[in-house]
């Protein structure tokens, strides 16, 4: 009874036409039913509309508006719609934009067209970036969020409403499309298609009518260019899917994903595509904007009314007519009471129409109504037997009940029939009243609200469509339910259930609330709820991949088992954005709307939109149980923030196996610069748990500046056994990802949520059980809880709200991965038997909690916990007595209680402030009876161990004095102690090898403290000075005019003020004598000796401190700038100064590591360092090879260096410390001063307890110490001075002072000052200045005629003496000598020593009865011998009267050097060895004097002539025809002759000055005078000189030469006298006379050596030209040669 073309040779219809329905048969037979033919009652015809073409052509085009991306085609009205480009500047890739912005949009405009182009009309929606868009028959419509990465529901049209919005796909969802059943989704530059649930906007894993598992679709072949551009759109159609990208489009098998081989070329570079029903329709970018149409379907496949329903879209079969039926009943035997009885069969074939044409029930069974008979379970229409397949369907009709029924003792099906169960009907399928048989049923059921479905009670449910099961409406039996492999089942709010006994309903059924015996989910499946989930049910199974998806869960059953990849889950399904207890925030930062997380197991993620910048700003606020959680999370801030996890509440009687995961997470934000959604709550009260699943609340993520949302809350209780070893998961959920727009960061991540759990694995009886109000009651035998945020956020505080009256008790607790924790009531006692975790996590104890850490159970006296404390100022955390410090950010402000070991582990750190306490307890430690309180600042432990990697920070103790106290103190390899300054007091202590007590830094901050470092202006540049510490800070000297008749200097300074300078500036100068002339002689004068300049104003930071009993902090270095045109522009920042440590220890202190009190170094251009600190050391003995050290701060470039500190170390027994103990002064363009160790040793054995010598009183007095006093500025060249001034102090006693690598040491003391050193030690370059009415005794014992090498050098100034040894070795590098040296006799210049005498100084020795044996005038000395060893240099120089050396015999040695001015030496013998030398060259007057000699030389027109001595100086004059000289004298005029002869007693003079004066070009000075008388023998085998010196500048002359008398018994030698003259300048100036020579010898005249007496002769070396008799002309002024010598003319002598 087939329609036209079934089950014939008729060609089959190729129009758009259907075929016709197919008819009836009934075949009633009375007794056997053997027919075993075929019958057929299909619908005849065959649409091919559905047919894809080979050849895809163009057939249309038209024109939209321009600056569309994506888009797509709404069917229902045949438009075409346009989602608006929004305008970007915030690309994340340059080659993407502008489709790859995240953009700050809050909405997104759609525009409608017609096919033809025209314009309709738009709407908005409230997402950024709609990138495509659809529309479904029924009128919702779906989109393509680009920027975060998820797809919409809306509707239905015109509607706007959001329905819900997508799992997160990942990355940038580029396009969209669907059939009758799926949506689809692309990611940009991806071919994977991500297929999602239309109904819930969850992913689903198979596509094909027949369950075949695809997780999801790969596009693969054809093209190879899917990641060549950010946009491509697909179509879904028939069975294919289309991809269009750049010019082409490619055709993919949708049930593989592979290419068909089809293909075809478009448009170049392809905007979007929309799939019209029969057309695939591509854009290209444009304004207006093309489209152009390819035909890829025979025909329109949505051409038909909406009873096609799309069906089409997923099929490649033909619409045939709908079906007939097939009814057999025939008779059957029975036996016993029933006898005979119907067997009736009905049988439907849909041949897979699409949408089905369904069969109508509208007639009763004949024989039933002519029997007036009933039907099984009385139904209107009841059959023995169904075989409904191939899409056929079947509906039931009210022709005989306004609620009609129907009965299928046995129904069966190919999976494809639609069981439609609507609203006043009941089905029975399989339905016996008390029966318990088992049903499979492959059969897909639709329980409408208010129909209702019975069925057997063992079920299982294993229709072939997707959705096997939708249940609204009532299900009677079917306790024991089976959701087979990959099938979902729907269930609506008012879905409920019925249990049955004896065909009764034995409950109440209740919308939404299910009863069940047992359930079971096969691999694949799905139960999903529309809204909330409330289950009772007694086995609940779920096998691999399967899913439980509801708005919340409330599940109670008996037994729970869930293999691996299985899921229950209601995340993002709480309250919407903006709403719930713990909302996130919105607000506006810089025209910018940004959204906070959402709170609730702590804080959400804040930004602080001050800075605009992540920090601790707190998100959306924590509230809810921790122990029950019972609260849903919240929703993020921001128009489009993430939605909260929802509520999960699971009770199971017996166990509960969970290797699945329960999932109850916030949501993603889904618009730019939102806040994510907090974590739900999920509990868990079960007898029994075991697993290796997951339970995750983890909070949303943030987009863009917007925060994540924090995590919920766990609590899982477990009356009896627990032996779950699966995964929590609370995490904060990450702030957005960083956006290139005006550098703004991203949101700050939320906080951790809580997990809380008991169990009773120790067993029943450890639990007490307590009355309270007449009811029992038993806490858990064992309780914990677990924070752990995954490394995501290190500040933001997860939260335990107080529900416990302020009590919180845990067995154990557990910290990871920088989680924070919050205890809520501030008054909260918090107990915690056992910590657990990796260090990094912390407990933050608040207010006026206190918390007790393993402590108050009486067996436990150690506390090893790896995790972190954080104690407020008026919080109190109380440990066992022994602590293991093993957290890495602990923070002490408040009490520490009970602790009598304190260690720190590797990697772990604390930090204790000036509000820090610790104490003793007293008996029961929750009484808190408190022994040894310590002050705010102050700890106190017995026992303080830093064990390697550790670092313990003490930096943030300022106020007031700290002081720390254990009786020992040991710091291991590798640990570090930071402090700024305070007290230990221990009885051993120990810094091992690598360890570091550092205060480096900490003391007064830039130009600060009293020896502050000041800034300057110096050559158009801020310049920062040095600070001050133990001595004068590295600064400049400001310009000084000091001449040489002046009475004091004249210093042009005109410091910078506050309005000028950036603050804080002060500067004082301090202004020092007037020294001969310049203020730079003593670094130009004796080129060797280098020292500080002595007159001017000094920017340094000034000295201060004790050398005894340091305890100051060092001062900050000025702050410079550079060469800066606006202060406020100045980023540098000048060296804090080095803290203070004072530590006292007992018995030992040992050094191996660092003791450091460093100043910090300047910080930008031209900023001072730092001045050192103090470290003053009180102990029994010292022993280690580490370093002690105190240095100052370096300047960066051209600013001054900080001087060192001060360190004294009294060591009442042994020093047996080898290391290194060191204050130098920082580096700079001027370097800092060097700082003072002290050392005082009491164990040097017996020579040091009774023979030490008191000058003050002449006495020996019993002194047991042994004191040292080392000075060392390591290398450093300086202008200034180390200082020792002690207050009241009148004499200073050393036993050992060493000055090393250019350290300078004074003494400040007012009135008079003996300071007695009895051994010097050094490297001869430091150097101690006497100041005047100061004593010094170098190693001097009047008792002892004793041989002493002092390697140091002195500066005795006038009025100052220094007293040493008779036999005295001079060894320092720069000696100056203006006082007086007593008590040498025998006086060597040894080893490369440099030793200036001037005028003030004098020479004495003491007399055997006191007083003197004799002292000599200033200017005259006298010793018993005198040598100037090798390469040593003695000067005896600015002596502005005559000058005596009184000697027994004068030696220079091979290499030596003396130098004088004037001078008579009586000597009893005299000699200069070969390559020695005694020069007074240029030791005469200068021509800036106000005598310059007795014939000085000229200044004329710029050009000077020479100085005359023994014969003229040269000078202008006229030569003869034959080129000789002629003395015609003409200007400049050379100096005349002057002087005896025989006995010369005259200097010689001064040069005369060139271009520009005496400032610029100064003529030579003239050469010295020397008398020797010698009494019995002088050899002179080296060098003795007095000449002229040689002009300088431009055009100066040169002096002449000075005079030489000698009177001696005998004289002998091969080396060289010499008075020349000196050589003008230039070229230009002329040249200086020679001086005079006269010797007497008394006995014998063997001197075999050379005399030079000429005058300067530049051209002595070159030979003179013949005579030229025909050339007259004027002589050059080179060629006037002083006089005294000519080489033409060699005999005139």
């Known amino acids: 009874v087939c329609g036209p073309s079934c089950k014939t040779s008729n060609p089959v219809y190729q129009g758009p036409g259907g075929g016709g329905a197919g008819g009836r048969i009934a075949m009633l037979v009375s007794t056997y039913d053997e027919w075993r033919g075929s019958t057929a009652a299909f619908g005849g015809g065959n649409d091919n509309a559905a047919e894809h073409l080979p050849n895809p052509a163009l057939v249309n085009t038209f024109n939209v508006g321009g600056g569309f991306y994506g888009g797509g085609y709404y069917q229902p009205n045949n438009e075409y719609w346009m989602p608006q480009m929004p305008s970007c500047s915030c690309c994340q890739y340059q080659s993407d934009c502008p489709w790859s912005c995240l953009c700050s949009a809050s909405s997104t405009t759609i525009y409608r067209y017609s096919s033809t182009g025209a314009l309709l009309g738009s709407f908005s929606l409230n997402i950024p970036h709609v990138m495509g868009i659809v529309g479904d028959l029924n009128g919702y419509y779906y989109t393509a969020n680009w920027a975060s990465g998820t797809v919409s529901k809306w509707g239905p049209f015109p509607s706007t409403n959001l329905q819900w919005t997508s799992f997160s796909i990942g990355g940038i969802v580029a396009s969209i499309t669907y059939d009758s059943t799926y949506l689809y989704a692309l990611q940009s530059r991806g071919n994977t298609l991500f297929i999602i649930n239309k109904d819930t906007g969850l992913e689903v894993r198979y596509i094909t009518p027949f369950g075949a598992l695809v997780p999801r679709v790969q596009l693969v072949g054809g093209r190879t260019d899917f990641a060549s551009q950010p946009v491509a759109s697909i179509s879904v159609a028939a069975g294919k ?67 096609k329903a799309l069906k089409y879209a997923n099929r490649t079969g033909g619409d045939i007519g709908g079906p007939g039926t097939i009814f057999v009943e025939d008779q059957m035997v029975g036996t016993g009471a029933s006898g005979p009885w119907w067997y009736t069969r009905l049988w439907i074939d849909g041949q897979n129409v699409i949408p089905p044409k369904p069969v109508y029930l509208n007639e009763r069974n004949p024989r039933t109504l002519q029997n007036n008979a009933s039907e099984t379970n009385n139904a209107d229409y009841s059959f023995s037997f169904g075989m409904i397949i191939n899409e056929a369907g079947l509906e039931l009709t009210t022709a005989w009940s306004q609620r009609p029924s129907a009965n299928f003792d046995v129904l069966l099906s190919d999976g494809t029939f639609d069981c439609h169960v609507r609203a006043n009907q009941t089905w029975y399928i399989g339905y016996v009243p008390g029966a318990t048989n088992v049903s499979r049923q492959l059969v897909n059921f639709f329980i409408f609200l208010g129909g209702e479905l019975r069925l057997v009670d063992h079920v299982d449910i294993s229709g072939k469509h997707p959705v096997a099961l939708d249940f609204a409406g009532l299900l009677a039996g079917g306790q024991y339910l089976r959701i087979r492999n990959n099938r979902i089942a729907l269930l609506r709010s008012t879905a409920m259930n019925a249990i049955l006994q004896n065909n009764v309903v034995v409950n109440t059924p209740t919308n939404g609330t299910l009863l069940l015996s047992t359930l079971k989910l096969d691999a694949g499946s799905q139960w999903l709820y529309d809204k909330g989930m409330v289950m009772d049910v007694g086995a609940l199974t779920m096998h691999d991949g399967s899913v439980i998806a509801a708005d919340t869960v409330t599940l109670v059953a008996t037994t729970i088992f869930m293999e691996g990849n299985t899921t229950i889950t209601a995340a993002a399904r709480g309250p919407q954005t903006g709403v719930g207890l713990g909302a996130g925030k919105t607000y506006m930062d810089t025209n910018m709307t940004v959204g906070e997380g959402a709170g609730h197991g702590g804080y959400g993620g804040g930004l602080d939109n001050s800075t605009r910048a992540r920090s601790a700003a707190l998100g959306g606020s924590p509230y809810g149980s921790y122990s029950v959680p019972n609260m849903p999370g919240s929703g993020g801030g921001g128009a489009f923030g993430g939605r909260g996890g929802s509520t999960m509440n699971i009770a199971v009687g017996s166990y509960f196996y969970l290797d699945g995961q329960l999932v109850n997470t916030g949501g993603i934000a889904t618009g730019n610069n939102c806040g994510g959604g907090s974590g739900g709550g999920v509990y868990l009260n079960v007898l029994n748990f075991s697993g290796h699943g997951l339970i995750n609340v983890t909070g949303g993520t943030g987009v863009g500046r917007g925060g994540g949302g924090a995590g919920g809350r766990i609590g899982v209780t477990v009356n009896w056994v627990s032996e779950y070893v699966g995964t929590y998961e609370a995490f904060g959920g990450f702030g957005g990802l960083p956006l290139v727009i005006n550098n703004f960061m991203t949101g700050a991540a939320g906080a951790a949520g809580t997990v809380y759990y008991t169990d009773n694995n120790a067993g029943l009886d450890r639990r007490v059980i307590t009355i309270v109000n007449g009811t029992a009651v038993s806490p858990p035998g064992y309780s914990a809880v677990l924070f752990d945020n995954d490394n995501r956020e290190q500040l933001m505080p997860t939260v335990l709200m107080d529900e416990t009256g302020g009590l919180f008790e845990f067995d154990s607790a557990i910290l990871l991965n920088y989680v924070t ?31 007790f850490v393993e402590v108050v159970e009486s067996e436990v006296t150690q506390s090893i916990a ?50 820090s306490q610790t104490a003793q307890l007293s008996g029961d430690p929750m009484l808190k009876q408190y022994t040894d309180l310590t002050l705010p600042g102050n700890i106190s432990f017995p026992t303080m161990t830093m064990r390697m990697g550790c670092y313990l920070n003490l930096s943030e103790i300022v106020l007031g004095t700290m002081t720390v106290q254990a009786f020992t103190f040991t710091m291991k390899y590798w640990s570090l102690v930071t402090l700024n300054h305070g007290t230990f007091i221990s009885t051993s202590a120990e810094v091992e090898s690598r360890a570091l007590l550092s205060i480096n830094g900490t003391g007064h901050g830039q130009q600060q403290g009293p020896g502050a470092g000041v800034t300057v202006m110096r050559n158009n540049s801020f310049i920062g000075s040095g600070a001050g510490h133990a001595g004068r800070g590295g600064g400049f000297w400001v310009t000084c005019t000091c001449l040489a008749n002046a009475t004091g200097p004249n210093c042009n300074l005109n410091p910078l003020n506050n309005a000028t300078l950036p603050s804080p500036t002060v500067f004082t100068p301090t202004m020092g004598p007037c020294w001969y002339g310049t203020a730079s002689w003593l670094q130009t004068g004796l080129g060797g000796i280098t020292l500080p300049r002595p007159n001017g104003a000094a920017t340094g930071g000034a000295a201060y401190g004790t050398v005894y009993y340091p305890s100051m902090l060092g001062s900050g270095g000025g702050r410079g700038g550079g060469n800066l045109t606006v202060l406020g522009n100045n980023t540098s920042v000048g060296g804090a100064g080095g803290g203070y440590l004072i530590w006292k220890v007992g018995t030992l202190l040992y050094v191996d590591g660092t003791i450091n009190a460093r100043g910090n170094p300047g910080l930008g251009p031209s900023s001072g360092g730092g001045s050192g600190g103090s470290i003053l050391i009180y102990t029994l003995n010292i022993s280690g090879w580490g370093l002690i050290d105190a240095s100052g701060g370096r300047s960066p470039d051209i600013g001054g260096g900080g001087s060192g500190g001060r360190i004294a170390i009294w060591c009442l027994f042994q020093d047996q410390f080898s290391g290194t103990r060191i204050a130098y002064g920082g580096a700079g363009d001027s370097p800092g001063s060097a700082g003072t160790v002290f050392i005082q040793e009491n164990n040097r054995g017996p020579q040091y307890s009774d023979i030490k010598y008191n000058p003050a009183t002449g006495q020996y007095v019993n002194v047991p110490q042994f004191q040292r006093l080392k000075i060392d500025n390591a290398g450093q060249a ?14 200073y006693y050393f036993d050992e002072l060493e000055l090393r690598n250019n350290a300078n040491l004074q003494f400040d003391n007012v009135g008079r000052l003996n300071i007695t050193i009895a051994l010097f030690n050094g490297d001869q370059s430091g150097l101690i200045r006497v100041q005047a009415n100061q004593s010094l005794y170098a190693q001097f014992d009047p008792a002892e005629d004793a041989l002493i090498y002092l390697v140091t050098s002195f500066w005795v100034e006038s009025a100052a003496e220094i007293w040493v040894t008779s036999t005295t070795y001079l060894l320092g590098s720069r000696t100056i000598l203006e006082g007086q040296l007593g008590g040498v006799q025998q006086l060597f210049i040894a080893n490369g020593a440099t030793v200036l005498a001037t005028g003030s100084a004098n020479t004495a020795l003491l007399g055997t009865a006191g007083g003197y044996a004799f002292r000599t005038n200033p200017g005259n000395f006298t010793w018993a011998t005198l040598t100037i060893q090798r390469y040593s240099w003695l000067a005896f120089q600015h002596i502005d009267h005559p000058m005596t050396l009184i000697i027994d015999a004068l030696l220079v040695q091979f290499g030596g050097l003396m130098t004088m001015d004037q001078a008579s030496i009586y000597s009893g013998t005299g000699e200069v060895e070969s390559t020695g030398s005694l020069s007074l060259d240029a030791l005469g007057p200068r021509s800036s004097d106000v005598f310059r000699g007795l014939a000085p030389g000229e200044s004329y027109m710029g050009i000077g002539s020479g100085a005359g ?10 030569s003869t025809t034959d080129g000789l000289p002629i003395y015609t004298r003409l200007r400049p005029y050379g100096g005349i002759p002057y002087g005896s002869l025989y006995t010369p007693t005259e200097t010689g003079s001064a040069g005369g000055d060139g271009y520009g004066g005496v400032m610029i070009s100064p003529g030579g000075r003239g050469g010295g005078l020397l008398y020797w008388a010698v009494g019995q023998g002088l050899r002179i085998d080296g060098l003795l000189t007095c000449a002229g010196g040689n002009g300088t500048g ?24 010499s008075v020349e003259g000196g050589i003008g300048s230039n070229g230009v100036g002329y040249d200086g006379a020679g001086g005079h020579i006269a010797i007497r010898a008394r006995f014998r005249m063997l001197y075999g050596g050379s005399f030079v007496d000429h005058g300067g002769n530049r051209l002595r070396s070159q030979p003179l030209k013949a005579p030229q008799s025909d050339v007259i002309n004027t002589v050059a002024k080179a060629t006037g040669y002083g006089g005294g010598f000519n080489p033409m003319y060699s005999a005139l002598i």
Do not use: K
């Open 1509 to 1518: 001595h023994g014969g003229d100086g040269g000078g202008g004059m006229n």
């Open 1594 to 1617: 431009l055009n100066s002359g040169g002096g002449s030469g000075g005079s030489i008398w000698i009177e001696t018994t005998n004289i002998s030698g091969h080396g060289v006298m």
């Open 821 to 851: 924790l919050w205890i809520d009531n501030l008054n909260a006692t918090v107990i915690f038997h056992d910590f657990d975790g990796d260090r990094t996590g912390r407990v933050h104890v608040r207010g006026a909690q206190t918390l």
């Open 866 to 915: 790896p995790v972190s404390y954080r104690v407020d100022a008026t919080a109190e955390v109380v440990f066992p007595n022994e602590v293991l410090f093993m957290g890495s950010r602990t923070v002490i402000e408040g009490r520490v209680t009970n602790v009598l070991t304190f260690q720190m582990i590797f990697g772990s750190s604390a930090q204790f402030f000036s509000t």
């Open 241 to 307: 899917v289309y991809h269009a990208l750049g010019g082409t489009v490619y055709r993919y098998n949708l049930d593989s994903g592979a290419w068909d081989g089809s293909s075809f070329s478009t448009v170049s570079t392809i905007a979007g595509s929309a799939f019209n029903g029969r057309d695939v329709c591509v854009s290209t970018f444009g304004s207006p904007q093309p489209f152009s149409c390819y035909q890829v379907m025979n025909d329109n496949i949505w051409s038909d009314s909406s009873v």
């Open 1278 to 1291: 300086m202008q200034f001075f180390t200082v020792v001034n002690e207050p009241g102090f009148s004499t």
